[in-house]
């Protein structure tokens, strides 16, 4: 079965340099999470996004920025990278709907040098 | 926002004897109790969820319980495995447009052979 795809796997950036992170839903799935997971530490909610909406704003800096697009996919942008921002990134869909289950992708991991 | 407390936050078990997560949460008006499992170095993996209108789920050697008057819920592995071992996070969800999930601390289960 189809699961999330998230690219890249591995991103090595320095400080004060921008990363693009993608994300492809499980088909027919139109709702997309994106969660930080530092090391050690559970996932936390960043945004998320529902028919190219945004749906709800957890705790992102401003310095990142997300959409979703025609296709469904979704991209988080980070601009200004601190050392702070490595971390695990991990997007998640789901059906519409209460209560349904969202599926996570293998994550990208960003460390900032 | 709503808070999540999941103990123990390390748990070690023999192989064949059963292992038990508990959580709590904050807020009455989640109605979405997923739990995952996350092996090292990958995004997490839905294993079983509840959802607020019942008391109980179980499915093969896992099974999860609700109390909502208590506002906690748990996980139990019975006949544990030592590919049972990583971590397990619960979470919680309030449905408006979109499932948004708190997450747990986290619990490391080790199963030793």
């Known amino acids: 079965a189809a699961g999330v795809i998230q690219s890249p796997r591995h991103l090595i950036k320095e400080k004060r340099e921008t990363a693009t992170l993608k994300c492809y839903p499980i088909p027919r799935h139109d709702t997309v999470y994106w969660y930080q997971q530092g090391p050690g530490q559970d996932p936390q909610f960043l945004i998320s996004f529902y028919e190219k909406m945004q749906s709800d704003k957890g705790s992102i800096p401003d310095r990142f920025s997300a959409q979703q697009f025609s296709d469904y996919h979704s991209e988080l942008n980070m601009s200004s990278l601190e050392l702070g921002d490595s971390a695990l990134y991990f997007c998640a869909s789901s059906l519409p709907g209460v209560a349904t289950e969202a599926f996570f992708g293998q994550g990208t991991r960003l460390t900032v040098v | 926002g709503e808070n999540v407390e999941q103990h123990p936050s390390t748990l070690s078990v023999q192989e064949g004897d059963s292992a038990v997560i508990k959580c709590t949460y904050s807020?009455?008006?989640?109605?979405?109790f997923p739990w995952y499992k996350q092996e090292l170095g990958k995004g997490p993996q839905l294993i079983i969820d509840i959802r607020s209108n019942v008391g109980e789920k179980k499915d093969q050697r896992i099974a999860v319980t609700l109390n909502k008057t208590a506002k906690h819920f748990s996980l139990h592995i019975t006949e544990t495995q030592p590919e049972d071992s990583a971590v397990y996070f619960c979470a919680a969800s309030i449905w408006n447009a979109g499932n948004m999930l708190t997450f747990g601390g986290g619990t490391r289960l080790m199963v030793k052979p």
């Open positions: 807020d009455s008006a989640s109605n979405y």
